[in-house]
């Protein structure tokens, strides 16, 4: 059949499935073309070469995918960590260094100390006892130094040490007040209010002078402070003296004889005794006074008054 004598409708049909045929035929090659490689792009030495698309053919693009592989570990940055271990090296190391700094710097080393409260016993000698001068201050125990101090000075009835940073150190005194001297043999001491006995320092004009004969009883009295002396003379001996203090004679030492107690040699040419008790001094004056009187007027002059009991007084004449 030729195309004259197809009908105007057929050449149309035939004329489209000769065109939907061609398009067919290029979907078909477009699927079946095998797919391109995708690979990372490197950096070239060279310039480039530029490709030119093919006519009639679909652009095309080539991208650059992140590709992970199993051997490659993320960058990380260890971060210090400062644990249990750290902490204590940090600790001893700063106390090492106040040791050293403590041990060898001189504004921690103990200076002369500071004395108050003193009036016989002199800085020089308390330092001179407490010899802390140029030591480390923390070292220093103010218990121990005050120990020391009381067992040196017996005239002490309390210290007290108070050590201060960075090299301070302060003690106050409270010493026992003198107020007899006591003379025995070719010595003497001077002794407090207490009965305690400790070394002279100078002269002191108002102590009560006595000179004795014969020693005095050992007193057993037990103190409770562990760091005072015993008593040289009781204290009720010192009250006895301090009553008879007043009525000695001008320029007149008071007597100590173990038998007769005290006394004195009174200048109109006898020695009179009144014992050792405190209690009845005066009553024992006025006695004495009125038995002197007696015998004034009698003409007798004794060589010894005996006043030790006020009820039944006696003399003794010379031989």
């Known amino acids: 059949m030729s195309d004259k004598e197809l009908t105007r409708a057929e050449q149309v049909r035939v004329r489209r499935e000769s065109n939907n045929a061609r398009l067919m035929e290029r979907v078909i090659k477009d699927v079946t073309r095998p797919v391109p490689m995708v690979t990372t792009r490197t950096k070239q030495s060279g310039a480039a070469s530029k490709r030119k698309p093919a006519r009639n053919t ?15 570990r993320p960058l990380s940055v260890p971060r210090p960590r400062f644990g249990m271990r750290a902490l204590s090296f940090m600790i001893v190391a700063l106390l090492v260094t106040a040791l050293y700094l403590a041990y060898n710097l001189p504004q921690f080393r103990a200076t002369q100390a500071q004395v108050t409260g003193n009036r016989l016993i002199s800085p020089l000698e308390v330092n001179s006892v407490m010899n802390v001068a140029g030591q480390p201050i923390f070292l220093l125990k103010p218990d121990d130094l005050e120990t020391r101090l009381r067992l ?4 002490l009835v309390a210290v007290e040490v108070t050590i201060s940073l960075p090299n301070l150190i302060s003690v106050a005194l409270t010493e026992r007040k003198p107020v007899v001297r006591w003379q025995q043999g070719e010595g003497y001491t001077w002794i407090g209010d207490d009965g305690v006995a400790f070394r002279p320092r100078g002269d002191i004009a108002e102590l009560i002078s006595v000179v004795a004969v014969s020693a005095p009883p050992v007193e057993e009295t037990v103190s409770t402070d562990p760091f005072s002396p015993a008593p040289f003379i009781s204290p009720g001996l010192i009250r006895t003296l301090q009553g008879l203090a007043g009525h000695v004679p001008p320029g007149m030492s008071i007597l100590y004889d173990a038998n007769f107690g005290f006394g004195w040699d009174d200048p109109r040419g006898w020695r009179v005794y009144f014992g050792t008790s405190s209690s009845d001094v005066e009553l024992k004056m006025r006695v004495y006074e009125s038995m002197v009187n007696s015998l004034t007027q009698r003409g007798i002059r004794p060589a010894l008054i005996n006043v030790t009991y006020p009820t039944a007084p006696y003399y003794r004449m010379g031989q």
Not at 152 to 155: A, G, I, L, S, Y
């Open 58 to 72: 679909r652009r095309r693009f080539q991208i650059a995918l992140p590709i992970v592989r199993d051997d490659m």
């Open 152 to 155: 040196n000075f017996p005239e």
